[in-house]
């Protein structure tokens, strides 16, 4: 009985000292989370979304949706046309849109689909194969340059 408070106090710090280390973020939350911060000052506007059916990406469970990576260039003074392509084999394939775009390769790992329209132009990726954020500059160049042909 002499010893119940010093068990007591133990169970106490043991409770704390695991609540917070329980609140530590993973390290590939805080790379997911530096890589969109980055992703931000350079002009690119990352979200996740639900993937589109049309993008292929495995589905999360049979009615439900993958959330996937979708980073966009806005460009204000354009006037983009509806484009909608997937990645096969480092090429778009069109689904939808004019056919220039079609076969247009694609150096970028990792990506899924891009879409274009009205002012803005995207890519579906998969943020898993770039942690460190190396390919975000040509990404954002690759971006403009479809936006521009």
Known sequence: MEHTGLWVALIIIVFVLGSIFGLRVSPREKALGLMREKARKMGLHPRLVAAPEWTKVPMATEKRASMVAYYSVLI??????????????????????????????????????????????????????????????????????????
Request: net charge negative; charged share 30%.
């Open 76 to 149: 204000p003074e354009a006037r983009l046309p509806l484009m909608r392509a997937r990645v096969e084999d480092s090429k778009l394939i069109i689904i939808q849109g004019d056919d220039k775009f079609n076969d247009f390769p694609i150096a970028l790992k990792g990506i899924y689909a891009i879409d274009m329209q009205a002012n803005c132009v995207g890519m579906y990726w998969d943020e898993e194969i770039d942690l460190r954020a190396t390919q975000l500059d040509d990404m954002k160049a690759f971006l403009l340059k479809l936006a521009e042909f």
